[in-house]
Structure formats: C-alpha cells, structure tokens
C-alpha cells in the first residue's frame, strides 16, 4: 500500500479556480510534485516541492498562477490552480522522488492515478 492517490480535479470556467490534492500512504516521501499530460501529448512538469517546502520550482506557463505546497503532518501535497485556461485541460498526476537531484533526473518512485482538470472556454 506505497501509494499517492490525487483528489480535486474537475470542470471549471477559464479564470476559475481548483485545488488538487495528493494523499500519501505507506511511507513518506521526500521531493514530490505534479506532471499533466493533454490527450495526444507528451507528459509535462508543472510544479515539484521539497521535503520541507523551503525550495519550489514551476514550469514557465504556470509562474503566477499556480502555487504548491505540502502539509507533511497530513501526509498532504496540494496544487492551488488560479485562473484556469483552456489549455491547462489534462489529467494531472502526483509523483515522487527520493530526493531533489532525483526528480530533476526524473526518477520517481511512485506516481498516482491521476485526476482529470477541464477548463471550458
């Protein structure tokens, strides 16, 4: 039961806004974060955090308005999306590295489900 299981995700207006969630369970996990991938596309980052939160790094077309964060006590990531475009359309999946070198690298220990994130125009 090593597992991220996402929540949050739904349909909203360009301009709107959606908070994702990213559950943990089974044992803790070190740098964590969020990829997309659109129907037809490759897989993309969006955002990664630190164990302890002090270090955050977002992809350029989210800079302002998408912002990451994590209650470890909880066992809790989360992604607060503001003003939604339609191109922010994707599943979004959590995942998980053993540190931050190894997220940079891409090799992640776990990835979640995910949950789809539909903007309408």
């Known amino acids: 039961q090593v597992q991220l299981v996402e929540s949050g995700g739904g349909t909203v207006q360009a301009g709107g806004s959606l908070r994702l969630s990213c559950e943990a369970s089974?044992?803790?996990?070190?740098?964590m974060g969020w990829f997309r991938q659109a129907p037809g596309k490759d897989a993309e980052f969006v955002a990664v955090?630190?164990?302890?939160?002090?270090?955050?790094d977002y992809a350029n077309f989210v800079k302002g308005r998408f912002t990451i964060s994590r209650d470890n006590a909880k066992n809790m990531m989360y992604l607060q999306m503001n003003d939604l475009k339609p191109e922010d359309t994707a599943v979004y999946y959590c995942?998980?590295?053993?540190?931050?070198?190894?997220?940079?690298?891409?090799?992640?220990?776990?990835w979640g489900q995910g949950t789809q994130v539909t903007v309408s125009s």
């Open positions: 995942n998980a590295a053993a540190g931050w070198s190894m997220y940079q690298r891409r090799e992640f220990d776990t």
């Open positions: 089974g044992r803790t996990f070190n740098t």
């Open positions: 955090i630190s164990w302890t939160g002090a270090s955050t």
